[in-house]
């Protein structure tokens, strides 16, 4: 039993962030000894699993937690700000369970809700149009998919993977869904052994005529003036507000764990005052940045909120002014934690390089999410749309 059954209504925003910084609380106690193992977060996601999180997206009646983003996305950034690593698959889950209601319509989204409550799925993939094309085609025995995808999040220990796979004879992009379960479906390549978010369950996929069952192709992922509703395309700067929430959640670690260390020796130099200036300004701008960041993303969660509630009423001008905000949110605290896990080391001293304080996970988590989606992609976004009103182009950061 999860903790979810054990209330009788939809719990409420501050139930859930209690529960979240539990969850995180218990992550920040073995983080850095997990980050240094570096192996497979089973027992991680277990803890997620027990905590009702996997299905905190889901409603109620579907037999799960019945939050909404602005929720889920508070708890992504609580559990960054333990292990960014974890955060990401969490994020990435959010994501990707909730792309039938972007690409597939209620009633599909609302069947998979209920088997993935009731079987609490982790959901791992992606359905970034970077990867090498995976192939949908159809047969006697039913759609199977083959290919490789050479990265994707959560993989080594998603129970369901969302991909992009493209249909043979059409050549249409489509969200499908596949069982890791399979023998088709091999997960694991070296693609995953990276420097940082080293605990992002990550690498690459092979399906050798892996099975999509019927009802499980999510629905269509190209985007022209004939496909895609503006409200499908809210699922772009939905993940870029979930990217975002990594970024400030490590941010928001990396500042709490150095000043916890600051406060404990007092200085970061030998001779050096507890009041030194140069500390004291440092923590302030950073505090400044991260804080600046989290309100932008709280301003563009508030908006991608207002068009999830418009549906299929949300227009494309409206869509776009959500994505362009978004973006903003995702550029700004990508710039905060780069910013926050290089400069809060400064003010630790020499000392931060010791293995033993890990704190150069905080900076190698932070590169390493932001690589796989540099934030001058988005910055060329606001910049196009501030100059030209140009709408952003449909894109996933997972």
């Known amino acids: 039993m999860t903790v979810v059954d054990a209330v009788a209504e939809a719990p409420d925003r501050a139930w859930w962030l209690q529960i979240a910084g539990e969850a995180a609380d218990d992550l920040a106690t073995d983080a850095v000894i997990r980050d240094q193992a570096g192996k497979t977060p089973y027992d991680e996601v277990a803890r997620l699993r027990e905590a009702g999180l996997l299905a905190l997206l889901i409603p109620v009646e579907h037999g799960g937690g019945g939050a909404g983003w602005s929720t889920a996305c508070a708890v992504v950034r609580k559990i960054a700000a333990a292990d960014g690593a974890i955060g990401q698959v969490l994020g990435c889950h959010y994501l990707l369970s909730f792309s039938a209601r972007f690409f597939g ?76 379960a399979d023998p088709g479906v091999v997960c694991g390549g070296d693609d995953g052994d990276t420097f940082g978010q080293r605990l992002a369950a990550g690498g690459s996929v092979e399906f050798d005529a892996a099975p999509v069952e019927d009802g499980a192709v999510l629905g269509p992922l190209s985007w022209d003036e004939d496909t895609p509703s503006p409200f499908s395309g809210l699922a772009a700067p939905t993940g870029r507000l979930v990217s975002a929430q990594i970024c400030l959640g490590i941010a928001q670690g990396v500042l709490a764990e150095a000043r916890e260390y600051t406060r404990a020796v007092h200085a970061p130099w030998p001779h050096t005052s507890p009041r030194d200036p140069y500390a004291l300004t440092t923590y302030g701008e950073l505090t400044v940045a991260t804080l600046s960041a989290a309100a932008l993303a709280d301003q563009a969660l508030e908006a991608l909120d207002s068009g999830l509630t418009r549906g299929e009423d949300l227009t494309d001008d409206e869509c776009a002014e959500i994505t362009v905000l978004a973006a903003a949110a995702e550029a700004a605290a990508s710039r905060a934690a780069h ?47 501030f100059l030209n009103g140009e709408h952003p182009p449909f894109t996933l950061p997972f």
């Not at 990867?131 to 995808?149: A, C, H, K």
């Not at 991909?163 to 992009?173: K, L, N, W």
């Not at 390493?368 to 992609?377: E, K, M, N, R, S």
């Open 105 to 180: 319509g209620a009633d599909l989204a609302a069947r998979l809700e209920r088997e993935s409550a009731a079987g609490q799925w982790c959901w791992g993939g992606g359905l970034t149009a970077r990867e090498p094309r995976l192939t949908l085609t159809s047969g006697r025995d039913g759609r199977v998919v083959n290919g490789r995808q050479g990265y994707a999040t959560g993989v080594l220990v998603a129970d369901r993977l969302a991909v992009r796979a493209t249909h043979a004879d059409t050549g249409e992009p489509l969200a499908v869904l596949v069982d890791t």
């Open 339 to 385: 910013d926050a896990t290089a400069r809060a080391l400064d003010v630790v001293g020499a000392r931060s390089a010791s293995s033993a304080y890990g704190f150069d996970r905080f900076w190698r988590n932070a590169r390493t999410h932001t690589l796989y989606d540099p934030v001058a992609h988005r910055l060329h976004e606001v910049g196009d749309y």
